[in-house]
């Protein structure tokens, strides 16, 4: 066990690394180079190389490349071309908006397709069935910023329940920052629910059709049990694989829904960047998006070898 | 294709043990085709979806023919569903009246006829970028899975590294890294996004397929490795790939209307749905037909897709992966 976690970890680390060598490579090698795509291509040539000076473009790429890699991980991302603001500090403010969201996405999501997807396996071809599956269809056709269009129509504007636009901060309150993450959230948190509810039902599904549940009722176990303890534990496994794989739904869905919601979160931080061809932004926040997401699947991984004992004992 | 024909099986049929035979479904008479369209007769739902699929595609194709007025061509702004212009539409001095089923956008372009343009773009981009990721996701996998050894080790470390990026930002990062916007560069990024999915699969059905007993043949006739892998290993992995064809195209659609929406896909004046989208939000108290109308276009088309490429899935009997 404690071998798959260091191997685990020595993967994420690598893959880690080959996000951040790209990015490195990819800035470098942007067509008509980085300079003249931020500044254009008839730019002052004073401005030009005070500019190659500032990201330190004209020292021999392999120092370029290890001042890179120490300054990732003093996590010093250096300073935004347009408002001279800390990449940093950028990060900082808008990193916790994006979290909270993908954060209450996730939860929705859990809450409501694990329950589902099991009575929609338990009840199979039942109406309860049809109608969490086609529920969970619509989930999965519509655009999350297209949700949180229509969940703002809906509460903000026709009950004026919720607040608009905007984020307020935890410091604010539990409840305005409940308030105004609960609809992006839901955006986020609807088409996630429906790959896990379909991962949960089939999963679930094909359990209850193993051979040992068959043994199991001629053993005389309840069918709560039965349910519940032995098929539910086994189809619980790779639900939760997609549930960390399936993050990049919630991700990719915050960086539309934080523009509806008018939240400066990450998913803005990187469009306003690109637009503006502040490239050390945009590449910044992207792999920090990147790394927050192979860091959360390391986790998962590492959260399987308590939940599989197969495993657990593999290398004992 | 008869029975008794040794040939034309290349799996042996399995010897059902009793206890499975009352519940399982064992017809070996019928070809996909035939258990394909049964499948589809049957369920009612899918049926809908696939006239749907055609309807949405006759309507991409036949746009002009479709569409009620120039998708480009102003009118009033911001028209409720069901009014009228009225405006000068041939210049010749009288002022005719016409029709808004859906509405007018915030620049006063019909709402109807841009979303039946739109669908060109939505179905290009989901069609193309599919046979993109496709071809070479399906190059990646066939290598990877069929030589192993280094050559597998460095094609799925590229794959893994990209399955770092959630599709939606790295096809953003390429759209930055090319610079510029138009359905050229987004059908390449959305294509390079999902390379990975399709790299992964056919890997996975590379590695079993090339134990088989016929492949260790088609080695013994002395075949070479470019047709071993064109001619016999491709062939037997074509369902799940069909499969994962079907479920790229929704997903392709959604990307394509998230760029546009964040205004990093196609031109601003290209009519798209996630344009469209994106103009009505700002309008979302006064005219929220703007943006609802063109989303539910997007639900529709990626409805019917999801629901075909279910019914697919069953019909070819593709077991859903549990990870990948």
Known sequence: MKNYIIKRTIHAAFIMWLVATTIFVGMRSIPGGPVHAMLGRRADPNQVEAMREQLGLNDPIPIQYVDWITDLLQLDFGTSIRTGQEITQIVAIALPKTAAIGVIGVSIGLLIAVPAGIASAVRKNEPADYVATLIAFLGLSAPPFFIGIVLMVVFSVQLGILPVFGYTPLSEGVIPWFQSVILPGLAVGLPYTAVIMRMMRSSLLEELGKQYMKTARAKGVGSQVRLYKHALQNALIPVVTIAGIQLAVIIGGVVTVEIVFGIKGMGRVIVQAILNRDYPVAETAILVLAGGFIMINLFVDIMYTFIDPRIRYEES | ?324
């Open chain 2, 1 to 324: 294709m008869s029975e008794n024909d040794p040939t034309k099986n290349v799996e042996p049929p399995i010897e059902v043990p009793p206890e499975y035979q009352e519940d399982e479904y064992v017809d070996d008479h019928k070809s996909t085709a035939q258990l394909l369209i049964e499948g589809f007769l049957e369920n009612k739902l899918r049926l809908l979806s696939f006239f749907v699929v055609i309807g949405i595609i006759l309507m991409a194709v036949f746009a002009p023919m479709v569409a009620l007025h120039d998708p480009d061509a102003t009118y009033s702004l911001l028209q409720e569903p069901n009014s009228y212009s009225s405006v000068d539409v041939d210049d010749d001095g009288t002022v005719e009246r016409v029709w808004h089923p859906l509405g007018t956008d915030s620049f006063g372009h019909d709402i109807y006829s841009r979303i039946v343009y739109g669908a060109r773009i939505s179905l290009l981009v989901g069609l193309v970028t599919v046979i993109g990721a496709f071809v070479v996701g399906t190059t990646i996998g066939l290598l990877a899975g069929y030589f192993g050894g280094w050559v597998d080790s460095v094609l799925m470390r590229y794959v893994d590294f990209q399955w770092a990026f959630p599709e939606i930002v790295l096809a953003i990062a390429i759209i930055a890294y090319i610079g510029g916007l138009g359905v050229m560069n987004v059908i390449l990024a959305i294509s390079l996004a999902y390379v990975d999915d399709f790299a992964r699969l056919v890997r996975g059905e590379v590695l079993w397929i090339r134990e088989e007993e016929f492949i260790k043949a088609a080695h013994a006739l002395g075949m070479s490795d470019t047709r071993i892998m064109a001619r016999e290993i491709l062939p037997n992995a074509v369902a799940p790939i069909v499969v994962q064809a079907t479920v790229m195209i929704p997903l392709a659609i959604l990307a394509e209307a998230g760029l546009s929406f964040l205004g990093l896909g196609v031109k601003p004046t290209t009519p798209t749905w996630g344009l469209l989208i994106s103009d009505g939000r700002g309008y979302i108290t006064s005219a929220w037909w703007i943006s609802v109308m063109p989303g539910l276009a997007i639900m529709v088309t990626v409805l019917a897709f999801n629901i075909l490429g279910d019914g697919l899935r069953d019909a070819l009997d593709v077991q859903e992966e549990g990870i990948e």
